[in-house]
């Protein structure tokens, strides 16, 4: 079992990223998975999901819009599309499984990857 996030880095505000979850084990490819973002001081937050197949997503409000999550299950990998970031972005991002419709579903998951940090700033 093995997450790895990459993709993260400084942009400044109105700029994108792409974030990629590279993982290892059924348990991924064959549950929901969603972006989970932690800024300093703050819980951590579900900020798009997506199920097995990717044909359900949802987003938090704060994202809606601008935010794009998909999978490629033949590579083992998610995806999250960031447009228009804003400072109120900038957060350590993390990828893991995930409840669509319940943000406290990360509270039950013992396991995570090391992130990959998001700064939005000019």
């Known amino acids: 079992v093995q997450l790895v996030e990459s993709g993260g880095g400084w942009v400044q505000p109105g700029g994108s990223l792409r974030l990629s979850c590279v993982h290892s084990?059924?348990?991924?490819?064959?549950?929901?998975m969603g972006w989970y973002r932690q800024a300093p001081g703050m819980q951590r937050e579900l900020v798009a999901a997506?199920?097995?197949?990717?044909?359900?997503?949802r987003y938090a409000d704060s994202v809606a819009g601008r935010f794009t999550i998909s999978r490629d299950k033949a590579k083992n990998t998610m995806y999250l599309q960031m447009n228009s970031l804003k400072p109120e972005d900038t957060a350590v991002y993390y990828c893991?499984?995930?409840?669509?419709?319940?943000?406290?579903?990360?509270?039950?998951?013992?396991?995570w990857g090391q992130g990959t940090q998001v700064t939005v700033s000019s």
């Open positions: 893991n499984l995930a409840d669509p419709w319940s943000s406290g579903y990360a509270d039950t998951l013992s396991y």
């Open positions: 084990g059924s348990t991924f490819s064959y549950n929901a």
């Open positions: 997506t199920t097995t197949g990717g044909g359900v997503t």
